[in-house]
């Protein structure tokens, strides 16, 4: 009886080792499939956070050149602003009609070095109904409120003009520097009209150098 009780228990002995061998590989293979499943996942995990590292830094080198470049343009801006600035300040002085005033005589003087030799602008305002020639009572009158610009000798000659309000005025090109003695003209309403009917020319009024028209407008005296 007893060699059947130790024999059933080597039996279920050897049993138990032979079902312990079998698993071991098993359970190996699983483990070493999970470690290498991590592994791999570790791996893609790092790719994918080199990739984002490379496409932030790519991000932010073009938004620092982008910065770079917006400064400077800015900074670009900012001169040619300062510059602006600084010649409109040369102006600042006068009004507008001074200004207009030298840009006029500027252009159209007749003067070819207009600030030689010349001391002072005249202007003189002829408004509406004026007559063309003060000095005749049978003068034409002129239609529209008009300028007339004067250097100080009669050689410097004249401008007279009539401004459109929008960069051009109208240039009264017969209108001399003054009349002679209206008795020695038997026609002078005749010859008035003519001054302010014919060979009117419409001009762009230039801006001008900003240091000229300014050094024209400090020299404008009014006159009657």
């Given at each position: ?214 050094d024209l407008a400090e020299k404008i005296k009014y006159s009657n």
């Open positions: 009886m007893k060699k059947i009780i130790i024999a059933t228990f080597a039996m279920g002995l050897l049993v138990l080792l032979a079902s312990c061998s079998n698993e071991t590989p098993e359970n190996n293979k699983t483990e070493e499939k999970s470690v290498s499943t991590d592994n791999t996942s570790n791996s893609d995990k790092d790719k994918s956070e080199n990739h984002n590292d490379n496409k932030q830094n790519e991000q932010n080198t073009e938004q620092q050149t982008t910065n770079t470049n917006s400064n400077e343009r800015n900074q670009s801006d900012q001169a040619e602003n300062d510059s602006t600035n600084e010649d409109q300040g040369i102006l600042n002085q006068y009004n507008n009609e001074e200004i207009e005033y030298a840009r006029v005589w500027d252009q159209l003087g007749p003067m070819k070095n207009n600030m030689d030799g010349m001391n002072t602008l005249y202007v003189k305002k002829l408004p509406k109904g004026s007559k063309v020639n003060p000095q005749a009572e049978d003068s034409a009158v002129y239609k529209e409120d008009v300028v007339k610009l004067e250097a100080p000798m009669r050689a410097g000659g004249s401008v007279t003009y009539s401004s459109n309000g929008d960069g051009t005025i109208n240039v009264y090109k017969k209108v001399p520097y003054n009349w002679r003695d209206s008795s020695s003209d038997a026609n002078m309403k005749e010859a008035t009209t003519q001054a302010i009917e014919e060979n009117v020319e419409t001009v762009t009024v230039n801006q001008g150098d900003d240091q000229t028209i300014a």
